[in-house]
């Protein structure tokens, strides 16, 4: 018998699934990445000591004002979070997709923190 999920609870299944096997430590710790039908949000979490070492939105004061798509703000997003990550820094972490595809904004985040100069 099968059971209709939402999509929702499809993209958590997925989470789940991929936490078993990505976890951040303190010489590689997680970029975690959400996406929301208006936004897009990334923390570089510490998982051994539980803490959030930098965290970016396209909420943030410095890009609230910002003109462009979603993909755009997206890119603003990638680059602010690998300028935040370094000071702290971090220099190499382990991409955490939560669940969602591979491509459009988590793609584009992904890119644009790697080409200002995180490693993963």
């Known amino acids: 018998m099968t059971t209709a999920t939402s999509r929702g609870a499809a993209r958590q299944k997925?989470?789940?699934r991929i936490r078993l096997?990505?976890?951040?430590d303190p010489s590689r710790p997680r970029l975690a990445v959400?996406?929301?039908?208006?936004?897009?949000?990334?923390q570089v979490i510490d998982d051994a000591a539980g803490r959030?070492?930098?965290a970016a939105s396209d909420l943030d004061p410095d890009l609230r004002g910002a003109d462009g798509t979603k993909s755009e703000d997206a890119v603003r997003v990638g680059r602010l979070i690998a300028q935040r990550a370094r000071a702290a820094g971090?220099?190499?972490v382990v991409f955490d997709r939560a669940g969602f595809r591979y491509h459009g904004r988590i793609k584009s985040l992904a890119?644009?923190?790697r080409e200002a100069g995180l490693e993963f």
């Open 111 to 113: 890119d644009a923190a």
């Open 52 to 54: 959030t070492l930098a």
């Open 90 to 92: 971090v220099e190499r």
């Open 14 to 16: 997925r989470h789940e």
């Open 34 to 42: 959400f996406r929301s039908l208006k936004h897009i949000y990334a």
């Open 21 to 24: 096997t990505v976890e951040g």
